[in-house]
């Protein structure tokens, strides 16, 4: 059974840092592009970053840029999510997403989805 699960969300000021966490199971890790996507009240998901399976690629939604950081873990089977200078427009749900590659994660097609984690940011 596929499942990835996500962990380290919580609320914090504006400025503050998270870091998200995603545990994946049921597949093979390493074959998987993996990323972090978002969703706010009453807005469509978006993407926030995606890693390659080597780590040669990684990418960013323009607004994250120097901000956020994402990594990944083959060993542990997980990917992470370091966010830093957190804005107010930065709260929603953040989902962990395996796809099969970087730019398709990009397009949000992706092959498994975690459950989310939630993310406040308050002024």
């Known amino acids: 059974q596929v499942r990835l699960v996500e962990s380290g969300g919580g609320s914090v000021q504006t400025g503050g840092s998270l870091r998200l966490s995603c545990a994946a199971s049921?597949?093979?890790?390493?074959?998987?592009?993996m990323g972090w996507v978002r969703q706010a009240p009453g807005k469509e998901r978006e993407f926030v970053a995606a890693?390659?399976?080597?780590?040669?690629?990684?990418d960013y939604a323009d607004s994250e840029w120097g901000r956020f950081t994402i990594s990944r873990d083959n060993a542990k089977n997980t990917v992470y999510l370091e966010m830093n200078s957190l804005k107010p427009e930065d709260a929603a749900v953040y989902y962990c997403?395996?796809?099969?590659?970087?730019?398709?994660?990009?397009?949000?097609?992706?092959?498994?989805w975690g459950q989310g984690t939630q993310v406040t940011v308050s002024s």
């Open positions: 997403a395996a796809a099969s590659v970087v730019r398709v994660l990009r397009r949000k097609q992706v092959t498994y």
């Open positions: 049921g597949f093979t890790f390493s074959y998987y592009a």
């Open positions: 890693i390659s399976q080597s780590d040669g690629e990684i």
